[in-house]
């Protein structure tokens, strides 16, 4: 259908200009600026639009036809995150869509509806530099930090050659603007920081970790699961008072940090508590050592003695309570610490599944760990199924012994897992064969667990542990790259908690979370993603970022301890 007035022309979603997708190495050859914006949706006229546009450093600017409704939702609009707006050269263009590279928009054939398309660009450019310089020249006054020259790993989907550039970042914490080379006359009311020579990727994302574990690094060593359970969680954890949960909760969370990981997935331990104020002291924990935080909050074990109604109020207490947290932005919701999969009880199933739907929570179980537990941790997944509990928002800690059909439902019914390499080598408990997971679509993120288990907080060891693993099991070095690791253990997290808007990437709009490396140890290199996850290590980090503030740790043991005093009564 040609739309009126130009025959011939047959609308379809298309990026301008001619389906040119624009990324930070195309900045020599066509000149952007990309501008974030908060705004949904910027009207040129009566015809057109443009909508929000690619996340990351892609510049994407859509061209669609308003009452078209696959061309709006296919326009891929994010709410709330800043758009891209790209000012284009239109001779360069010209230049480049002779050869060959421009090819969006199909049935514009013809000199006369070429230059009508030529004519379009050049309104809109003109219409975006008039309506947008001054949105962007007050971003560039709201800046709080730039960081120039660094070679960054945006992990942006669609972006994932690393290009020496730069950040701005705004006074909320977030990324008001991420490109390639130093940037001209970038807010200079702000800290500026020089990185060259440095390496900056995104915050990792552990999505299974236990901070208050932080004091039990090689315990129960040469145990598997159960053996080192009944030692921590039989002996070691029942000693622990609310005040010692939230200085460990405080301490693993500091070791997060220092190890370039600064969005956790929180599994508490709740022990014999009724109050809701253990859970209280790790949230707060947590919160005071600077990290950002899901809360896994476990609603206790289903009996006559704990009812669904007992489980229920404090649930409600708690998530109240939490709401009203100082710390908002890096609160970032609470979840179940499920165990409708480790007790042979329906009602904790279907109380847990009540409760995600009640007050809308995820839930993340421990399922299919150990090779002892798992033939009956098996037999419950019908009844966890029967229960409602599978879902888009259930993520299967570990998932190591599952079957070809417990598999294929899960992906179906959408949910998710998470992987522990380093915890699931040290005791024993087998290999979660991630290439067929990756294969059948299973979403994956990654976990450090506890230090308990995984003895060290270390995403890079992580890593290495995962992908050597499974490439020992399937004798083949392609069957995962480092780069697969490491989407995994960003954006692949943050994914798996649906956080994907706010972490896991450097993209405009997100969290400006983020580590400065120091690559000279293993200079010259063959390849930026395999050097970063073979050679790079924790040792080589020099700062860490959460929302543009640098982290600073306590200097000593001791300080740890003082900040902590006084946390008893959360």
């Not at 450097?506 to 063959?526: I, M, N």
Request: aromatic share 8%; with cysteine.
């Amino acid at each position: 259908m040609g739309r009126p007035g130009h025959p011939g022309w047959r609308w379809r979603r298309g990026r301008l200009p001619m389906g040119l997708n624009f990324s930070q190495n195309d900045t020599d050859r066509v000149r952007t600026r990309a501008i974030a914006l908060e705004l949904g949706r910027f009207h040129f006229h009566d015809a057109h639009h443009v909508d929000a546009a690619a996340p990351g450093c892609g510049r994407r600017v859509w061209l669609t036809l308003p009452g078209r409704r696959a061309a709006r939702e296919g326009a891929q609009r994010r709410p709330g995150v800043g758009a891209w707006i790209a000012t284009l050269d239109f001779e360069e263009v010209r230049q480049m869509r002779k050869q060959g590279v421009a090819a969006g928009m199909r049935g514009a054939a013809g000199t006369k509806q070429w230059k009508w398309m030529r004519h379009l660009v050049v309104v809109l450019s003109a219409w975006v530099l008039v309506l947008v310089q001054p949105a962007w020249a007050a971003s560039q006054a709201d800046a709080r930090l730039v960081v120039q020259n660094a070679l960054i790993f945006t992990m942006a989907d669609g972006q994932q050659t690393p290009f020496v550039g730069h950040l701005v970042v705004g006074s909320d914490g977030r990324i008001l603007e991420v490109g390639a080379g130093a940037g001209t006359n970038l807010a200079p009311e702000a800290r500026h920081v020089d990185a060259a020579g440095m390496w900056m990727l995104p915050g990792f994302v552990s999505a299974h970790s236990h901070l208050w574990q932080s004091a039990f690094s090689g315990i129960a060593s040469d145990q598997n699961l159960e053996g080192w359970i009944d030692q921590l969680y039989g002996q070691e954890a029942p000693r622990l008072g609310a005040g010692d949960l939230y200085a460990l909760t405080q301490r693993g969370g500091l070791h997060h940090l220092a190890h370039g990981v600064t969005t956790v997935f929180n599994l508490t331990f709740t022990g014999a508590d009724k109050t809701g104020t253990v859970d209280r002291c790790q949230l707060r924990g947590a919160l005071d050592a600077g990290v950002r935080v899901v809360h896994g909050f476990n609603i206790r074990k289903i009996s006559d003695q704990w009812t669904v109604d007992d489980a229920r109020a404090r649930t409600a207490r708690f998530l109240q309570w939490a709401a009203l947290q100082p710390e908002h932005e890096r609160y970032l919701g609470t979840a179940i610490a499920g165990a409708g999969a480790y007790y042979d009880a329906p009602e904790q199933a279907r109380a847990e599944a009540q409760f995600m739907r009640e007050f809308r929570l995820m839930n993340q179980q421990h399922y299919l760990e150990s090779p002892a537990g798992s033939p009956a941790e098996r037999a419950r997944y019908a009844s966890m199924q029967r229960a409602g509990l599978v879902g888009p928002d259930l993520i299967f800690g570990h998932f190591i012994h599952t079957t070809p059909e417990i598999l294929a439902d899960a992906v179906r019914a959408g949910a998710s897992m998470t992987w522990n390499p380093l915890s699931n080598g040290r005791l024993g408990s087998g290999t979660a064969d991630v290439v067929r997971y990756r294969e059948q679509g299973l979403r994956i993120g990654m976990g450090l667990d506890g230090e308990a288990s995984a003895d060290r907080a270390d995403p890079f060891a992580n890593m290495r542990a995962g992908l050597y693993q499974i490439r020992a099991m399937y004798r083949s070095a392609s069957v995962l790259s480092p780069y697969d690791v490491l989407r995994m253990h960003t954006v692949g997290s943050a994914e798996v908690l649906h956080l994907q808007d706010r972490v896991g990437s450097l993209s405009v709009g997100k969290y400006a979370d983020f580590l400065l490396l120091d690559p000279r140890e293993f200079t010259p290199y063959k390849e930026p993603y395999a050097a970063l996850v073979f050679a790079a290590g924790v040792e080589h980090i020099r700062a860490v970022y959460v929302g543009g503030q640098l982290v600073t740790a306590p200097s000593s043991r001791a300080d740890m301890l003082l900040q902590a005093r006084g946390r008893v009564a959360c």
